[in-house]
């Protein structure tokens, strides 16, 4: 496992579980005890936990999960952007979910001709000041750990528009394929907006392979693409490409070709 995917899955354990221990970690994350020692060094010199003997528990001041998961896979989560930026034509209805590469797609739409649809609060936020960009942000109940809102009303909302394409997150994505998510108030949302979508673009960085999350989202059937930074395990490739899903990987390298 990539030193960054350990990185965000033990903060989403802390967030999740509370204060925990080194054996612990270890063993969930089937991993050395040494190993984890250096990442939460790492974690608590970069002010994302509190390391204490023996473990680590979540810092004080800060609960906010959006803020924690945006600081880990942050080249990638541009590169994957960047790739996605290329995908969307101007003129075009966007769809953009909630999550932290959804939102850095959002930077990457900077300066375009586009209607945005979304229930992100960080997306709203990025777009805000772009004069020509049509910004439409969805009803319903905020839910701030995610900046998002959610509920019947976000539901209700979806069902009365029509997105040319939808930029999709996920927690993780099983070997079977399929789509998971942590969050289960949000699961709902998430399957409006693929029903509402001419093409679903799942935004997936290595560590989402197989990531967390309990909810099943949707099928390998119902995503078109699927862009990543780096190639998922074969079993999961077979699955997704089985079903009639594109898989596109990009590298870091994107970052720079592929700025707008």
Known sequence: MLRDQRHELILRILRTDGPTTVETLADRLATSGATIR????????????????????????????????????????????????????DGETVLIDIGTTAHRVARRLRGRSLTVITSSLAVV????????????????????PYRSLVGFMTEDNIRQIHADRLILGTSGVRPSGHVMDTTVIEVPVKRAMISVSD??????????FPGIGMAKVCGP????????????????????????????????????????
């Not at 936020?125 to 701030?144: A, C, N, S, T, Y």
């Open 38 to 89: 250096r990442d939460l060094a790492q974690l608590d010199e970069d002010g994302l936990l509190r390391r204490v003997h023996g473990g680590a528990v979540p810092t004080e001041d800060r609960d906010d999960p959006f803020i924690d998961v945006a600081a880990v896979h942050t080249a990638e989560k541009d590169a994957i952007a960047a790739r996605c930026a290329e995908l969307i034509k």
């Open 125 to 144: 936020e990025e777009l805000q000041e772009e004069p020509d960009i049509q910004l439409m942000v969805l009803g319903g109940m905020l839910w701030r």
């Open 199 to 208: 093409q679903v673009i799942l935004v997936a960085d290595a560590g989402k």
């Open 221 to 260: 059937e119902d995503l078109d693409l699927v862009v990543t930074n780096a190639p998922a395990d074969a079993a999961t490739a077979a699955a997704l490409r089985e079903a009639g899903t594109e898989i596109i990987e990009t590298g870091t390298e994107i970052i720079e070709t592929g700025a707008r």
